[in-house]
C-alpha cells in the first residue's frame, strides 16, 4: 500500500498546490466537463472524498448510490455546495476529507475487501481509484487554465485501473469480456504491461494515451493507441475507469 498511498498523495498536492496559483476569478472557469467550473471540479473530488471515508468506516449509505437512475444528479449536489462557498474553503474541505481516506488506508494491507457501489473492491483498488479521480479532474482544470503539464510515473496507476476495470466496462455496456493485454511506454520510455502474455486481442502504444481513454478524456480516435483483435478494438471504446 505504501507505494500507492504515497503517490496518491503525491498526485493531491500536485494539485493542491496549482491551484494556490491560480486568482479567485479563475474559480469560476468553465473546464471541459460541460457545466462544470474549476470550482465544481474541486467540490466534486471534496465530496468524493468525504463519501470514501464513510465507505472505509463503514458509514456510508451505499443504498442510494446502487439504485440512484442517475449518479449525475447525486454529485450535483456536492457541486451546488460548493458554489456557495469560498474557494479557500472548498480547498479545505477537500482537504480534510482526502485525509480521512489515506490514514485509514495506510493501516489496511492491499487484499483487504472494503465495500463498494456493486460489490466489495480491494484497499489498493480503492486507493488507486481516488488518484485517478484527482488526476482525471486535474486534467480538466489544466486543461481550463490553458496550463501545459507534463505527466508523471504516476499515471500507471491510472492506466493499471484501466485494464483491471476492463471486465466491468464491457459488462456494462453488455459485451462479453476477453482478456486484454496492454503494453504502453509511459513518461521515461519506461514500458508497463498488464494482461496474460498469451493474449490474442491486444492495446499498445502511450501510457498518456491510454489513461486519457480510459478516463474519457479522449477518445480512440484521438490516441495512437494501436488494437489487435475483436476484444481490443471493442475494449478501446468502452473502457472506463470509474462508476
Known sequence: MRDILSDLVAEQQFLDQFLQRISLKDWDRPTPAKGWTIRDQISHLADSEE?????IAGTADLSRWE??????????????????????????????????????????DQGERVEW??????????????LM??????????????????DTPRIRHVCWLGWKTLP???KAAGEDYTPVRVEVIGPGYTKWVYG????????????????????????????????????????????????
Open 196 to 243: 496474460p502474455e498469451d493474449a490474442e486481442n491486444l492495446i499498445k502504444g502511450s501510457a498518456g494515451d491510454w489513461a486519457r481513454l480510459v478516463v474519457r478524456r479522449r477518445t480512440f480516435e484521438q490516441t495512437r493507441l494501436k488494437v489487435t483483435g475483436e476484444a481490443a478494438q471493442v475494449a478501446v471504446k468502452v473502457a472506463k475507469a470509474y462508476l
Open 168 to 170: 466491468y466496462a464491457f
Open 51 to 55: 463519501f470514501t471515508a464513510k465507505v
Open 67 to 108: 439504485s440512484a437512475t442517475n449518479l449525475d444528479e447525486l454529485r450535483q449536489e456536492a457541486v451546488l455546495k460548493g458554489r456557495k462557498m469560498r474557494p479557500q474553503d472548498v480547498i479545505e474541505w477537500w482537504r480534510a476529507g482526502r485525509a480521512k481516506v489515506v490514514e485509514p488506508l495506510s493501516h489496511m
Open 133 to 150: 479521480e484527482t488526476w482525471a479532474h486535474g486534467l480538466d482544470i489544466y486543461a481550463a487554465m490553458e496550463a501545459e503539464v507534463e
Open 117 to 130: 457501489i456493486g460489490g466489495s473492491i480491494s484497499a489498493k483498488t480503492l486507493a488507486t481509484s481516488r
